[in-house]
Protein backbone atom coordinates (compact mmCIF):
# COMPACT_ATOMS: atom_id res chain seq x y z
CA UNK A 1 0.00 0.00 0.00
CA UNK A 2 1.37 3.77 -1.12
CA UNK A 3 2.51 5.79 2.67
CA UNK A 4 0.40 8.26 2.36
CA UNK A 5 2.89 11.83 2.40
CA UNK A 6 1.99 12.80 6.04
CA UNK A 7 3.37 9.06 7.30
CA UNK A 8 6.35 9.55 5.33
CA UNK A 9 7.13 12.96 7.00
CA UNK A 10 7.26 11.75 10.95
CA UNK A 11 10.13 12.78 12.96
CA UNK A 12 11.75 10.60 14.93
CA UNK A 13 14.70 11.78 18.02
CA UNK A 14 17.10 8.79 19.59
CA UNK A 15 17.02 8.98 23.08
CA UNK A 16 20.26 7.91 23.96
CA UNK A 17 22.21 10.61 21.41
CA UNK A 18 19.42 12.90 20.01
CA UNK A 19 19.63 12.25 16.25
CA UNK A 20 16.54 13.11 14.32
CA UNK A 21 15.63 10.64 11.75
CA UNK A 22 12.74 11.11 8.99
CA UNK A 23 10.81 8.56 7.90
CA UNK A 24 8.15 6.42 8.42
CA UNK A 25 9.41 4.17 11.21
CA UNK A 26 12.80 4.65 12.96
CA UNK A 27 16.07 3.18 12.11
CA UNK A 28 16.44 -0.48 13.51
CA UNK A 29 19.53 1.01 13.84
CA UNK A 30 20.70 4.31 14.96
CA UNK A 31 23.17 5.96 12.45
CA UNK A 32 24.66 7.95 15.17
CA UNK A 33 24.73 5.48 18.43
CA UNK A 34 23.96 2.10 16.89
CA UNK A 35 21.13 2.13 19.91
CA UNK A 36 17.96 0.03 18.43
CA UNK A 37 14.78 1.35 17.00
CA UNK A 38 12.91 0.87 20.85
CA UNK A 39 15.03 3.77 21.72
CA UNK A 40 13.43 6.47 19.26
CA UNK A 41 10.35 8.14 19.69
CA UNK A 42 8.06 10.42 17.73
CA UNK A 43 9.49 14.32 17.98
CA UNK A 44 7.47 15.71 20.09
CA UNK A 45 7.71 19.35 22.24
CA UNK A 46 9.02 18.01 25.71
CA UNK A 47 7.12 19.48 28.70
CA UNK A 48 8.72 19.73 31.72
CA UNK A 49 8.09 16.88 34.10
CA UNK A 50 5.35 17.51 36.72
CA UNK A 51 3.96 15.75 39.59
CA UNK A 52 -0.02 15.37 39.56
CA UNK A 53 0.09 14.74 43.28
CA UNK A 54 -1.62 11.35 43.14
CA UNK A 55 -0.23 9.12 45.46
CA UNK A 56 1.69 5.61 45.05
CA UNK A 57 3.96 3.18 46.90
CA UNK A 58 6.87 2.48 44.59
CA UNK A 59 8.74 4.74 42.31
CA UNK A 60 10.77 2.97 39.73
CA UNK A 61 13.89 3.77 37.81
CA UNK A 62 16.06 2.73 35.04
CA UNK A 63 18.94 4.46 35.09
CA UNK A 64 20.53 3.41 31.86
CA UNK A 65 21.71 6.12 29.21
CA UNK A 66 19.58 3.32 27.05
CA UNK A 67 15.68 2.71 28.54
CA UNK A 68 15.20 -0.12 26.17
CA UNK A 69 18.40 -2.75 26.83
CA UNK A 70 20.05 -4.92 29.23
CA UNK A 71 19.03 -2.35 32.57
CA UNK A 72 15.72 -1.61 30.49
CA UNK A 73 15.50 -6.19 31.15
CA UNK A 74 15.92 -5.72 34.61
CA UNK A 75 13.62 -2.90 35.02
CA UNK A 76 10.87 -4.42 32.58
CA UNK A 77 10.73 -7.69 34.54
CA UNK A 78 10.44 -5.68 37.63
CA UNK A 79 7.56 -3.28 36.34
CA UNK A 80 6.03 -6.67 36.08
CA UNK A 81 6.25 -7.88 39.29
CA UNK A 82 4.86 -4.87 40.58
CA UNK A 83 1.80 -5.50 38.36
CA UNK A 84 1.07 -8.81 39.28
CA UNK A 85 1.50 -8.47 42.89
CA UNK A 86 -1.05 -5.36 42.59
CA UNK A 87 1.52 -2.71 43.50
CA UNK A 88 0.72 0.71 42.36
CA UNK A 89 3.74 2.31 41.23
CA UNK A 90 5.74 4.71 38.51
CA UNK A 91 8.54 3.97 36.49
CA UNK A 92 10.67 6.23 34.84
CA UNK A 93 13.77 6.23 32.20
CA UNK A 94 16.47 8.62 33.20
CA UNK A 95 17.20 8.94 29.50
CA UNK A 96 14.01 10.50 28.51
CA UNK A 97 14.32 13.15 31.12
CA UNK A 98 16.10 16.22 31.65
CA UNK A 99 18.10 16.09 34.34
CA UNK A 100 20.58 18.64 35.07
CA UNK A 101 24.10 17.93 36.74
CA UNK A 102 23.70 19.42 40.58
CA UNK A 103 24.49 23.27 41.35
CA UNK A 104 26.17 21.99 44.11
CA UNK A 105 25.39 25.10 46.67
CA UNK A 106 25.56 22.66 49.48
CA UNK A 107 29.64 22.82 48.71
CA UNK A 108 29.04 27.24 49.06
CA UNK A 109 27.07 27.42 52.14
CA UNK A 110 25.53 24.46 54.03
CA UNK A 111 22.45 26.53 54.43
CA UNK A 112 21.98 26.84 50.89
CA UNK A 113 20.83 23.05 49.95
CA UNK A 114 17.37 22.46 51.01
CA UNK A 115 14.16 20.77 50.10
CA UNK A 116 12.74 21.78 47.27
CA UNK A 117 16.00 21.72 45.47
CA UNK A 118 17.04 25.19 44.29
CA UNK A 119 17.04 23.84 40.19
CA UNK A 120 13.60 23.75 39.15
CA UNK A 121 14.03 24.10 35.82
CA UNK A 122 14.23 20.50 34.90
CA UNK A 123 12.57 17.50 35.42
CA UNK A 124 14.63 16.66 39.02
CA UNK A 125 11.77 18.28 41.18
CA UNK A 126 8.93 16.31 40.30
CA UNK A 127 11.11 13.15 41.01
CA UNK A 128 12.28 14.59 44.13
CA UNK A 129 8.52 15.21 44.92
CA UNK A 130 7.94 11.62 44.14
CA UNK A 131 10.11 10.23 46.63
CA UNK A 132 8.86 12.15 49.68
CA UNK A 133 5.34 10.81 48.38
CA UNK A 134 6.34 7.11 47.60
CA UNK A 135 7.03 3.94 49.98
CA UNK A 136 9.68 2.85 48.58
CA UNK A 137 12.23 3.07 45.43
CA UNK A 138 13.58 0.74 43.13
CA UNK A 139 16.52 1.49 41.31
CA UNK A 140 18.17 -0.50 37.98
CA UNK A 141 21.55 0.61 36.98
CA UNK A 142 24.57 -0.61 34.28
CA UNK A 143 27.40 -0.56 35.92
CA UNK A 144 29.91 1.52 34.38
CA UNK A 145 33.74 1.73 35.06
CA UNK A 146 32.87 -0.69 38.15
CA UNK A 147 29.95 2.43 39.35
CA UNK A 148 26.29 3.30 38.47
CA UNK A 149 26.16 5.15 35.15
CA UNK A 150 26.67 8.89 34.88
CA UNK A 151 22.92 9.53 34.68
CA UNK A 152 22.17 7.83 37.29
CA UNK A 153 24.70 9.90 39.48
CA UNK A 154 23.67 12.95 37.99
CA UNK A 155 20.25 12.22 39.09
CA UNK A 156 20.90 11.11 42.85
CA UNK A 157 23.07 13.64 43.25
CA UNK A 158 20.32 16.02 43.04
CA UNK A 159 18.76 14.42 45.76
CA UNK A 160 21.59 16.04 48.32
CA UNK A 161 18.33 18.50 49.07
CA UNK A 162 16.65 15.99 50.64
CA UNK A 163 19.56 14.28 52.44
CA UNK A 164 20.66 17.80 53.72
CA UNK A 165 17.60 18.13 55.50
CA UNK A 166 19.15 16.03 58.20
CA UNK A 167 22.15 17.76 58.41
CA UNK A 168 19.91 21.40 58.40
CA UNK A 169 18.14 19.28 61.84
CA UNK A 170 14.82 19.77 59.95
CA UNK A 171 12.34 17.02 59.38
CA UNK A 172 13.65 14.27 57.37
CA UNK A 173 11.61 13.57 55.00
CA UNK A 174 12.78 9.93 54.01
CA UNK A 175 13.58 7.96 56.75
CA UNK A 176 12.26 4.51 56.97
CA UNK A 177 11.68 4.47 53.24
CA UNK A 178 12.71 1.00 51.40
CA UNK A 179 15.47 0.96 48.75
CA UNK A 180 15.65 -2.18 46.42
CA UNK A 181 18.64 -2.26 43.88
CA UNK A 182 19.28 -3.92 40.57
CA UNK A 183 22.62 -4.11 38.86
CA UNK A 184 23.66 -5.69 35.34
CA UNK A 185 26.85 -5.74 33.44
CA UNK A 186 29.45 -7.21 31.37
CA UNK A 187 32.33 -8.95 33.79
CA UNK A 188 33.00 -6.96 37.26
CA UNK A 189 31.97 -4.22 39.79
CA UNK A 190 28.38 -5.45 40.15
CA UNK A 191 29.01 -5.38 44.05
CA UNK A 192 30.17 -2.03 44.35
CA UNK A 193 28.04 -0.10 41.94
CA UNK A 194 25.35 -1.54 44.13
CA UNK A 195 26.69 -0.36 47.62
CA UNK A 196 27.40 3.38 45.94
CA UNK A 197 23.46 3.44 44.81
CA UNK A 198 22.94 2.23 48.32
CA UNK A 199 25.28 4.93 50.11
CA UNK A 200 22.51 8.02 48.79
CA UNK A 201 19.86 6.59 50.29
CA UNK A 202 21.19 5.81 53.53
CA UNK A 203 22.40 8.56 53.90
CA UNK A 204 18.72 9.71 53.26
CA UNK A 205 17.55 7.38 56.05
CA UNK A 206 15.95 4.54 53.65
CA UNK A 207 16.15 1.14 54.43
CA UNK A 208 17.46 -1.17 52.41
CA UNK A 209 15.31 -4.48 52.07
CA UNK A 210 16.78 -7.77 53.83
CA UNK A 211 17.85 -9.17 50.10
CA UNK A 212 17.42 -6.01 48.65
CA UNK A 213 19.84 -5.80 45.48
CA UNK A 214 21.19 -8.12 42.80
CA UNK A 215 24.05 -8.16 40.13
CA UNK A 216 24.23 -9.72 37.01
CA UNK A 217 27.13 -9.83 34.90
CA UNK A 218 27.36 -12.32 31.67
CA UNK A 219 31.20 -13.31 31.28
CA UNK A 220 33.44 -13.82 28.11
CA UNK A 221 30.81 -16.27 26.59
CA UNK A 222 28.95 -12.81 25.31
CA UNK A 223 29.90 -9.81 23.92
CA UNK A 224 28.13 -6.28 23.53
CA UNK A 225 26.39 -7.54 20.60
CA UNK A 226 25.03 -10.94 22.23
CA UNK A 227 24.37 -10.07 25.69
CA UNK A 228 20.63 -8.73 25.37
CA UNK A 229 20.05 -12.25 24.36
CA UNK A 230 21.48 -13.40 27.81
CA UNK A 231 20.18 -10.94 29.83
CA UNK A 232 16.36 -11.77 27.85
CA UNK A 233 16.57 -14.89 28.59
CA UNK A 234 18.18 -15.98 31.86
CA UNK A 235 16.35 -17.44 34.57
CA UNK A 236 18.52 -16.14 37.57
CA UNK A 237 18.24 -12.47 36.29
CA UNK A 238 14.60 -13.37 36.23
CA UNK A 239 14.03 -15.08 39.90
CA UNK A 240 16.87 -12.16 41.29
CA UNK A 241 14.57 -9.55 40.28
CA UNK A 242 11.56 -10.80 40.87
CA UNK A 243 12.43 -11.67 44.64
CA UNK A 244 14.32 -8.35 45.06
CA UNK A 245 10.77 -6.71 43.74
CA UNK A 246 8.85 -9.09 46.20
CA UNK A 247 11.32 -7.98 49.16
CA UNK A 248 11.18 -4.62 48.70
CA UNK A 249 7.30 -4.63 48.84
CA UNK A 250 7.03 -7.39 51.85
CA UNK A 251 9.41 -4.40 54.00
CA UNK A 252 7.67 -1.59 52.22
CA UNK A 253 4.17 -3.36 53.94
CA UNK A 254 6.18 -3.33 57.58
CA UNK A 255 5.52 0.67 57.04
CA UNK A 256 8.60 1.88 58.87
CA UNK A 257 8.23 4.92 57.94
CA UNK A 258 5.47 5.35 60.41
CA UNK A 259 6.99 3.47 63.10
CA UNK A 260 10.39 4.85 62.77
CA UNK A 261 9.08 8.36 63.21
CA UNK A 262 11.18 10.57 65.55
CA UNK A 263 12.84 7.84 66.77
CA UNK A 264 15.86 7.70 64.29
CA UNK A 265 19.01 9.66 65.32
CA UNK A 266 20.27 10.66 62.10
CA UNK A 267 24.09 9.86 61.61
CA UNK A 268 25.42 11.21 58.09
CA UNK A 269 29.24 12.05 56.72
C1 LIG B 1 31.28 3.57 29.77
C2 LIG B 1 31.06 2.10 30.06
C3 LIG B 1 31.72 1.51 31.10
C4 LIG B 1 31.47 0.18 31.43
N1 LIG B 1 32.11 -0.37 32.50
C5 LIG B 1 31.82 -1.62 32.89
C6 LIG B 1 32.42 -2.17 34.07
O1 LIG B 1 33.21 -1.54 34.75
N2 LIG B 1 32.07 -3.42 34.43
C7 LIG B 1 31.20 -4.17 33.69
O2 LIG B 1 30.90 -5.31 34.09
N3 LIG B 1 30.61 -3.69 32.58
C8 LIG B 1 30.89 -2.43 32.17
N4 LIG B 1 30.28 -1.91 31.04
C9 LIG B 1 29.28 -2.72 30.31
C10 LIG B 1 27.83 -2.36 30.67
O3 LIG B 1 27.63 -2.49 32.07
C11 LIG B 1 26.86 -3.26 29.95
O4 LIG B 1 27.02 -3.09 28.56
C12 LIG B 1 25.43 -3.02 30.39
O5 LIG B 1 24.68 -4.16 30.09
C13 LIG B 1 24.84 -1.80 29.72
O6 LIG B 1 23.51 -1.61 30.12
P1 LIG B 1 22.44 -1.03 29.06
O7 LIG B 1 22.27 -2.07 28.01
O8 LIG B 1 21.21 -0.77 29.83
O9 LIG B 1 23.03 0.23 28.50
C14 LIG B 1 30.54 -0.60 30.67
C15 LIG B 1 29.90 0.01 29.57
C16 LIG B 1 30.16 1.34 29.26
C17 LIG B 1 29.44 1.97 28.08
Redesign the pocket.
Known amino acids: MKKTSQEESKTWKCSVCGYIYKGNEPPEECPQCSSSSKEYSELKEKQKLGYDGKKFDVLLING???RA????VLTDLAEKTLKSKGVSFRRFNLNELDIQHCWCCYSMRDSACTYPCRNQLDDAPALQEMIVDSKAVIIAS?????NMSARLKDFLDRLTCLQNLYLLKKEGLTTGKVIGILV??????GMKTAMDIFIYFQQMGFVLAPFGFMYR?HGAQYN?KT?NDFFKDDEKLKNEVEGIVSNVIETMNLDLETKLKDRIVPVSE
Not at 69 to 72: A, D, F, L, Q, S
Not at 142 to 146: A, D, Q, V
Request: hydrophobic share 15%; charged share 15%.
Open positions: SSHHNTGPINWNNGHEDGTAD
